[in-house]
């Protein structure tokens, strides 16, 4: 299985360490079933993300065509309101210092990433996964219209208004699109994806390795609808 975890100027970096680490530490545990690497929709490149100017370098250009999984994180920043979207300056200055999280993931939007991402997700073997505000970003590219999906809390109604079924749950599994809740559920959803598509033997060895239990029930669409309680 490989994962391409995309990055995007404003990105969370926790968004993005958080399930890199968890898959490769599962391919070091699996024997190399398992591999990972940082991408863009330029190519490689540093990429600035949203908190404190923190870099990382993409190695390569993502691959829509490349079967296994592609990871989108969230961006980082004030919360702002849903109304926000990029000035004539952007990606000029010290404008970026004060944006917030919408701002970011409109910028996201203007570059091809929308494009290759609604490939991804044509494409049947690969699975689209999201931590956090990366939903967001797929939801306001009008990607996810009719699917269930998860977000940070404070995103729920904004995902909820795109036409998306917001679910309140810690991880969401929608088949070929897995998206997990706040920053944090980045640890959560790499040990479930580990155990959905390696073995919940190399999610265990992982867990125990970076000493985390994993929170809450994985939401699925399946069995009868609960009643009010």
Avoid at 37 to 55: H, M
Avoid at 86 to 110: C, K, M, N, Y
Avoid at 148 to 168: F, I, P, S
């Amino acid at each position: 299985m490989h994962a391409q975890i995309v990055l995007f100027d404003g990105f969370d970096p926790l968004d993005v360490v958080s399930p890199y680490e968890v898959l490769h530490a599962g391919g070091t545990a699996s024997a190399g079933a398992v591999t990972v690497e940082l991408v863009s929709a330029e190519g490689p490149r540093e990429v600035v993300s949203g908190t404190g100017g923190l870099v990382l370098r993409a190695t390569a250009a993502l691959d829509p065509g490349r079967a296994g999984l592609v990871l989108v994180p969230g961006a980082s920043g004030r919360v702002g309101g849903p109304g926000e979207a990029p000035g004539p300056d952007a990606g000029t200055g010290d404008r970026q210092r004060d944006e917030s999280v919408p701002v970011r993931l409109g910028r996201a939007l203007t570059t091809e990433l929308p494009v290759l991402l609604k490939a991804a997700m044509e494409n049947p073997e690969v699975t689209v996964c999201t931590v956090c505000g990366g939903s967001l970003l797929l939801a306001m590219a009008g990607l996810l219209g009719g699917r269930h999906a998860t977000t940070h809390h404070l995103g729920m109604d904004a995902l909820g208004a795109t036409g998306a079924h917001a679910v309140r749950a810690r991880v969401v599994d929608d088949g070929d699109l897995v998206s997990g809740a706040g920053v944090t559920s980045g640890l959560d959803l790499g040990l479930y994806l580990l155990e959905r598509e390696i073995g919940p033997r190399i999610a265990h060895a992982v867990e125990e390795l970076f000493a985390h239990e994993r929170r809450g029930t994985v939401w699925r669409a399946r069995g009868p609808v609960p009643a009010a309680l």
